[in-house]
Structures are given as C-alpha cells and as structure tokens.
C-alpha cells in the first residue's frame, strides 16, 4: 500500500516516556491503515526488545536498513542521524522543538545558546539550527512547533498525534464522578513554580504523578478536581489531555504549546503568567473559585474534552495525506 516499501520510525531501545510512546503509536496506526510500518531501536548496533507499556500496540521491530523505497521516520533528537541517510527518504517527527533547541529557562538565553554550540561541536545538532535540515521531511505533533518550523522557511506536514486510547474509553459521564479537592501535577514540568504553590498554600492538597499504573492514574483523573501543569509545554504534551478528558480542570502556564489556542484550546483564565508578582495571588483565587464552583468550572472545558475525542480520526486523516504527499 503506498509508495514505500517500508516505512521504519526510528526510537531509542528501552526508553519509556511521551515520545516514545507516541513513536509506538505511529507505527501502530501505519499498519492498522495497511501501511509497511515497523518501529527500529537505536543504537541500530544492539538488540532491543519492546518495552512492556508498548506491548498493545500494534508494532514489529526491524533491523536498521538505508534503501530506495524506504521512508524513515527520526524523533527530532536524532537530526544529524537523519542526515546521514543515503538512499532513503528521511523525515524527522518535531515531537519536542525545545528538546532540540536545548531550552533550559532556568539557565537564562546566552547559556542554552552555548549549550546548543557545544552540541553543535559535538556533531549532535546542525551548526545552523533547523536550517541545517532543510533537505528533510517536516512532521509536526504541535501548532506551536509548525509555526516555528514555517518562520525559518522549513515545508511542515501536521500529524498531530493523540493520547492512548486506554484514556479514551471505558467512560461514559466525566461529571459524574465524585471528586475530592486535590490538585494534581507532573513533577518533572514546572515544578520550580508547582514548588512555590505547595508551600504558598499549605491547606491545598497537592498530589505528584508519580509512581502510578495506568489504571490508578485514571482512577486518580476520576477523582480529582484539577491539573496543573506549569512546565515548558515543548509540543502536546500528553497529561493535560488525558487529565481533561476525565473531567479535570486544567491549568496551565503560557509557555510553548499552552501559549496558543490552538494546541491547548482552554481558555485564557485557566493560563497563567507564571512571571507576573501576582502569579501566587491570582492562582490561589482561581483554585479557591474551582473547589467552590467545580461543575461551573468542568463546562468550560467541553470544547477541549470534544477535540481531544476527535484527535483519532485527525491523526487517521493526517497519516494518509503525509504518505500521498511526500517524495
């Protein structure tokens, strides 16, 4: 089916996060649609196995191969692998655009510049940013990232993945699950503005995501109020839609993806200005607002819950369009 003989996404052997997880579900999708997908584990020198979260989908593993007739989709950590490829078609999947970026907040504009040259020195990243990759194939997962990729001239193909569908079913009414005043979060995104909340607010309970199975992380969506999630917002990230679509109110900052309405339609109350002296004081009212008023508040996130349900048959959509489209 197509004009690919095979289609290889290229993932990193052993590694169990978003991006991984999105790279297992391509492949799975390609070859619900009939399409010669397979997913290949990096270092291409040793032997992997599927991790265990990935089992369900619908994926085999191949062996590294450089051939016509091959389309090899890279994760947007591996451009300079992408530009060895000889006689394939490479594309790189923009799942990150601050992972290749090498953004860093904490460390000020000039340090992430030096950091990405030293890795530019290291041959990690092209010398002249996205630039450098203009040869390739463009796919992006965000808005956010699309928009830069067009600024800097680049030709973008959206596919815009969603969120597993073990997320997606086995419910039926989001409001009406008996919830507790909690309030949930990602450790690892934006905690150094979640850190100054929890000890701002002490009488608010404040749960990290952590450590938990798949089912208690549902079970933990169907029974708290809101998500928070005041991190860098790279591409989609995952857990605000998976949160959302069990009923959670999220709230986000406005960096990366969350900074438009496109990629995280919420809107603007539920956003905001970490930077602002009245940060603390604005998200204490809003919290206090929610505990108070929390069937008002969920309303408000219907138009967000509708997307993230129609995102499968958009991902479906794009899928096909990008293999009729690229050379």
Same mark, same amino acid.
């Given at each position: 089916?197509? #004009?690919?003989?095979?289609?290889?996404?290229?993932? /990193?052997?052993?590694?169990?996060?978003?991006?991984?997880?999105?790279?297992?579900?391509? =492949?799975?999708?390609?070859?619900?649609?009939? $399409?010669? +997908?397979?997913?290949?584990?990096?270092?291409?020198?040793? #032997?992997? @196995?599927?991790?265990?979260?990935?089992?369900?989908?619908?994926?085999? /593993?191949?062996?590294?191969?450089?051939?016509?007739?091959?389309?090899?989709?890279?994760?947007? =950590?591996?451009?300079?692998?992408?530009?060895?490829?000889?006689?394939?078609?490479?594309?790189?999947?923009?799942? !990150?655009?601050?992972?290749?970026?090498?953004?860093?907040?904490?460390?000020?504009?000039?340090?992430?510049?030096?950091?990405?040259?030293?890795?530019?020195?290291?041959?990690?990243?092209?010398?002249? %940013?996205? !630039?450098?990759?203009?040869?390739? /194939?463009?796919?992006?997962?965000?808005?956010?990232? &699309?928009? $830069?990729?067009? #600024?800097?001239? *680049?030709?973008?193909?959206?596919?815009?993945?969603?969120?597993?569908?073990?997320?997606?079913?086995?419910?039926?009414? =989001?409001?009406?699950?008996?919830?507790?005043?909690?309030?949930?979060?990602?450790?690892?995104?934006?905690?150094?503005?979640?850190?100054? *909340?929890?000890?701002?607010?002490?009488?608010?309970?404040?749960?990290?995501?952590?450590?938990?199975?798949?089912?208690?992380?549902?079970?933990?969506? !169907? &029974? @708290?109020?809101? $998500?928070?999630?005041?991190?860098?917002?790279?591409?989609?990230?995952?857990?605000?839609?998976?949160? +959302?679509?069990?009923?959670?109110?999220?709230?986000?900052?406005?960096?990366?993806?969350?900074?438009? &309405?496109?990629?995280?339609?919420?809107?603007?109350? $539920? #956003?905001?200005?970490? &930077?602002?002296?009245?940060?603390?004081?604005?998200?204490?009212?809003?919290?206090?607002?929610?505990?108070?008023?929390?069937?008002?508040?969920?309303?408000?996130?219907? %138009?967000?819950?509708?997307?993230?349900?129609?995102?499968?048959?958009?991902? /479906?959509?794009?899928?096909?369009?990008?293999?009729?489209?690229?050379?």
């Amino acid at each position: 089916m197509g #004009k690919y003989k095979k289609i290889l996404v290229i993932c /990193t052997g052993d590694l169990i996060t978003g991006g991984p997880e999105a790279l297992h579900y391509l =492949v799975s999708e390609m070859r619900n649609l009939g $399409y010669p +997908a397979f997913i290949c584990y990096y270092p291409f020198h040793k #032997k992997f @196995s599927t991790p265990n979260p990935y089992k369900s989908f619908n994926v085999e /593993t191949h062996n590294w191969i450089d051939d016509e007739g091959v389309l090899i989709i890279f994760p947007e =950590v591996m451009p300079m692998t992408a530009l060895n490829v000889k006689n394939g078609v490479a594309a790189i999947w923009w799942l !990150s655009l601050d992972y290749f970026l090498l953004k860093d907040r904490a460390k000020g504009i000039l340090r992430q510049k030096l950091r990405y040259f030293r890795f530019a020195l290291k041959k990690e990243r092209p010398l002249f %940013g996205v !630039s450098g990759l203009r040869r390739l /194939t463009h796919l992006s997962q965000s808005h956010y990232v &699309s928009d $830069y990729l067009v #600024k800097k001239g *680049l030709t973008v193909h959206p596919l815009f993945e969603p969120i597993n569908k073990v997320f997606l079913n086995g419910f039926d009414d =989001v409001k009406v699950f008996k919830r507790e005043n909690e309030i949930l979060y990602n450790p690892s995104k934006g905690f150094v503005y979640t850190a100054l *909340l929890v000890q701002a607010f002490p009488d608010f309970k404040f749960t990290p995501l952590r450590g938990f199975s798949r089912d208690q992380l549902i079970q933990k969506f !169907s &029974s @708290s109020k809101i $998500y928070i999630d005041f991190g860098d917002h790279p591409g989609k990230d995952r857990i605000p839609r998976e949160a +959302a679509i069990h009923g959670l109110c999220i709230i986000t900052s406005r960096f990366g993806s969350a900074g438009n &309405s496109i990629d995280v339609p919420i809107p603007e109350t $539920y #956003k905001l200005h970490v &930077s602002s002296k009245s940060f603390i004081q604005d998200f204490g009212k809003l919290i206090r607002q929610i505990f108070d008023n929390f069937s008002d508040h969920q309303v408000a996130f219907d %138009g967000y819950r509708s997307a993230i349900l129609a995102e499968p048959e958009r991902f /479906t959509t794009q899928i096909k369009n990008i293999l009729e489209k690229i050379n």
